[in-house]
């Protein structure tokens, strides 16, 4: 089973672009973010006609996310425990919740959808929502690991951090000014490690960005940053048998300024009985 993750940066100015890919690289699972439509706006259509179902998140213009598969969902959820919530110029526990999350399962395999906040400034409001949405994510998935120790977890999206130095080659992003690269951000990123997640791309990996600021020619001189993640639970990351970042989708008309991060399991792995094993594309 192939699955991908993608920050689509609006999902009907794309969405040509978007299913062409999905057909070419025979996808079978798809996390989007940004889709930055409402649920009736979704371009369905283009989706069941290469046939893909979706599931949906999305309230506005701003944010959103979806799962796209081939290979039908089931168990669809759009909040996770303690997700908190945002409101400029607001604060307390009932805030309204943004569309930053969605999950479904796929063959047995659960898979999120995730747009982790941006964060703006290091003096924003919206940073610390950043790490409360982060943290909120962290127990509720070491949750969701100790009560299903062998089920297979994948955590995808845009994480809005880069982990290590190496990830950033943004000469803008700078530790002590921006978001993005700071120790507290770089410390909740590594919380998700610690609860028993691998980011399950980096082995095969181990260079290269997912994302390119539009301005100031950032692709060509390929000053990027590598902020879109697949990290999977261990039953996940044992399935693991290939990854790929598919930097050329940066290229052409209209792209997204984020490129698909995609992974193939073998469903088969460990059963060496059975012959019936899915294909790895």
């Known amino acids: 089973m192939r699955i991908a993750t993608w920050n689509v940066n609006s999902v009907r100015a794309r969405v040509g672009r978007i299913v062409d890919w999905l057909g070419r690289e025979e996808v079978d699972v798809l996390a989007m973010q940004e889709i930055k ?3 009736a706006q979704f371009p369905h259509a ?3 006609a290469a046939g893909y179902e979706v599931v949906t ?3 506005n213009q701003w944010n959103g996310v979806a799962i796209a598969s081939r290979r039908g969902l089931e168990d669809v959820a759009n909040t996770f425990e303690g997700m908190p919530g945002f409101l400029k110029g607001h604060e307390g526990p009932d805030l309204p919740l943004e569309p930053r999350a969605i999950g479904a399962t796929v063959d047995g395999v659960r898979v999120w959808s995730l747009y982790v906040p941006n964060g703006r400034g290091l003096t924003d409001p919206h940073y610390a929502y950043k790490l409360e949405w982060l943290e909120a994510l962290r127990s509720s998935t070491a949750d969701w ?6 089920g297979p977890i994948a955590l995808t999206g845009d994480f809005n951090i880069a982990p290590t130095d190496a990830d950033n080659g943004d000469p803008t992003i700078i530790e002590g000014v921006s978001t993005h ?3 507290p951000e770089r410390a909740a990123f590594q919380a998700l490690l610690d609860s028993g997640l691998t980011d399950v791309v980096r082995p095969l990996v181990p260079e290269g960005y997912t994302y390119w600021d539009y301005k100031q020619l950032r692709f060509p001189r390929n000053e990027g940053l590598r902020i879109d993640f697949i990290l999977g639970s261990k039953p996940f990351a044992d399935l693991v ?3 790929g970042i598919h930097r050329n989708e940066r290229k052409g008309d209209a792209p997204s300024d984020h490129v698909p991060v995609v992974v193939d399991l073998d469903l088969g792995a460990g059963d060496e009985d059975d012959d019936d094993r899915p294909m790895i594309f």
């Open 241 to 243: 048998a290939g990854a």
């Open 46 to 48: 283009e989706f069941e």
């Open 181 to 183: 690269v700071s120790p």
């Open 145 to 150: 690991m100790r009560a299903n120790p062998d």
């Open 37 to 39: 439509c409402k649920d």
């Open 57 to 59: 998140h999305g309230l």
